[in-house]
């Protein structure tokens, strides 16, 4: 017979387990829930530009937030769903810890984000906990050094042996011959001056003729060193700073007048200062980018990112500057001699669009420096001669669709019709592009 009594304290303890198991699961799952390869996209996008999983940026390190919000405040990820979507309203309602985190951060705002989702949120979160194991690739350079592909020392030897053999023979034969001409005394080089000035005597026509030709190949060869002077095309100094503009303006895809800026309103272009660099290196303290140049390392560009800092005097643990600035001394590449005028407002403002469709470009910059979104280290990519200019001048067209051009060159464009037919085209040499006025002094 059954002994329901027994069996009812069994069916009762039993459910008691699973519940408590389900809470446990509950409660686990409530710590980790989200996903952290969407929380780290989400990281990222709103984030990334504040804070960092492992340090303090403008704002606090994020890294095991969670955890440590429970431990030291007692608070839960309630309270951080609060805080993210809006901190502010948080603050108002006199929450202590808020008013505490805002005046801990000099009373910095951080953007609200009533946009985001609680599950997104939670997968910011997951990230925080638990960031995905990202496995990075160290290259090494290996130097292949084994028997088969090196000479071994046997051989070496023996090839130094011949060499030196050979040596002392050449030495031997040298020495005899010039003891043989010592001994028949200096009638014989009287003599052998004699024939050769006979020699030059009987064929003196064959003599200035190969005189006259060595005359002109040594003027052609000062000719060619001096109209050199000053064409330095592939001309790549060493910088001071390690900067990839394959990596900014190719990799990252940064506009090249976000850094020359003046290139668009003045005469040159500019060189950046560290100011410009910090608007992204306050925040970018290391390379974590997918592209590295070949015999470089994440590292050396992280190493190099540290003489900005010190250029203008950064503390990027504190976030503060010192005031304890040093110049950075840029070599310069591109340099117009003194009697050329240049203006690159002219060619970047007015002439973009026909500088453009001429040179088949996507930026007007690269029509005369070249695809510096492909280059690691920047390098004259033009002869940048006179002629080189020139040619540029009579196969660009002038913009005419530009409303100003269409205005102003118009009797111009209809002189040129009657002249060349109703398909002529106004290109900048007829505008005066030739005229030497125009660029030189």
Request: glycine share 8%; with cysteine.
């Amino acid at each position: 017979m059954v002994n329901w009594e027994h069996f009812k304290w069994k069916y009762l303890a039993a459910l008691f387990l699973a519940v408590a198991f389900s809470w446990s699961n509950a409660q686990e799952g409530d710590a980790i829930s989200g996903d952290p390869s969407n929380g780290e996209s989400l990281f990222n996008t709103h984030c990334a530009a504040c804070h960092a999983l492992d340090k303090k940026l403008i704002g606090p390190a994020l890294g095991g937030v969670v955890e440590r919000l429970q431990d030291e405040q007692g608070l839960g990820r309630d309270w951080l769903h609060s805080w993210i979507k809006d901190n502010e309203a948080l603050r108002a309602s006199g929450d202590e810890y808020a008013v505490q985190v805002f005046e801990d951060y000099n009373q910095t705002l951080m953007t609200a984000f009533p946009q985001l989702s609680d599950q997104d949120i939670d997968d910011v979160l997951a990230y925080t906990s638990n960031p995905p194991v990202v496995e990075e690739v160290v290259e090494e350079t290996a130097v292949a050094s084994t028997d088969e592909s090196s000479l071994p020392v046997g051989a070496l030897i023996i090839g130094f042996s011949v060499l030196a053999a050979l040596l002392i023979w050449l030495l031997v034969k040298v020495n005899t011959l010039v003891k043989l001409s010592t001994a028949e005394g200096g009638e014989l080089a009287m003599e052998d001056s004699q024939s050769f000035a006979k020699v030059f005597e009987k064929n003196k026509k064959l003599a200035y003729a190969v005189l006259g030709l060595l005359g002109l190949l040594v003027f052609y060869g000062l000719w060619v060193f001096m109209i050199g002077i000053g064409v330095d095309k592939g001309y790549q100094p060493e910088q001071p700073i390690y900067f990839s503009h394959k990596i900014h303006a190719g990799e990252q895809g940064i506009d090249c007048q976000y850094c020359h800026s003046s290139a668009k309103y003045g005469k040159v272009s500019g060189i950046p200062s560290p100011n410009l660099c910090m608007n992204c290196h306050y925040q970018i303290q290391e390379y974590t980018g997918d592209y590295v140049e070949e015999g470089k390392s994440k590292q050396f560009y992280t190493e190099e990112m540290q003489k900005i800092y010190q250029s203008i005097g950064f503390d990027k643990d504190n976030l503060t500057y010192t005031g304890e600035e040093e110049p950075i001394e840029w070599a310069r590449i591109h340099n117009m001699p003194d009697f050329v005028y240049f203006n690159h407002a002219q060619h970047v403002v007015a002439g973009e669009e026909a500088i453009k469709n001429a040179k088949g470009v996507d930026q007007v910059c690269y029509a005369c420096h070249g695809r510096v979104d492909q280059m690691d280290e920047v390098q004259m990519a033009n002869d940048f001669t006179m002629g080189w200019c020139i040619e540029c001048h009579r196969e660009t067209e002038v913009d005419m669709n530009n409303e100003y051009n269409k205005e102003y060159y118009a009797q111009l464009h209809e002189k040129l019709k009657q002249q060349y037919g109703e398909e002529a085209t106004i290109t900048v040499d007829a505008i005066g592009g030739l005229e030497c006025g125009k660029c030189h002094y």
